[in-house]
């Protein structure tokens, strides 16, 4: 099945991903893309992350960097994590993207029909209220009126 996804080449930059494969073809395997524009995907993911995290560790979390890693498996499943440290330890929560009336698709790594499962990262600060106007990142409200 083909399918058209733009992509823009400076939102891209923002992630890193790794593909379960073997060596030999790491470089031509397509990477996994959200059915969604990565700037939306990045905020939307941001949020839910900040919201997983345990409420006493984000006293010490003001600030700082918190990485989000996406596990796409072959089908296109997504689960996603949030990995931070507080204190000289090291955590890492999944936390869900959307819910039962919007929820992110995904194409799943890719080389001539075989799919293949991939980790994406990417970093992000830990704003404790979004709504700041300094803090880059704006809310959206999903209302059914």
């Known amino acids: 099945m083909n399918k058209l996804v733009y992509a823009d080449y400076k939102s891209l930059s923002n992630f890193d991903v790794y593909v379960d494969a073997d060596e030999s073809i790491k470089g031509k395997v397509s990477i996994p893309i959200p059915l969604w524009s990565f700037d939306s995907f990045y905020l939307i993911a941001t949020e839910s992350a900040i919201n997983a995290i ?4 984000k006293k010490y979390l003001k600030q700082k960097e918190l990485k989000i890693r996406v596990r796409v498996d072959k089908s296109g499943g997504a689960k996603y994590y949030v990995q931070y440290r507080v204190e000289d330890e090291d955590f890492e929560r999944e936390f869900v993207v959307g819910n039962k009336f919007f929820d ?6 890719n080389l001539d029909g075989q799919n293949y499962s991939a980790d994406i990262f990417f970093l992000t600060k830990f704003i404790d209220d979004l709504s700041d106007k300094n803090s880059g990142h704006r809310r959206f409200n999903w209302s059914n009126r």
């Open 54 to 57: 345990d409420g006493p560790h």
């Open 104 to 109: 992110i698709s995904w194409l799943p790594a």
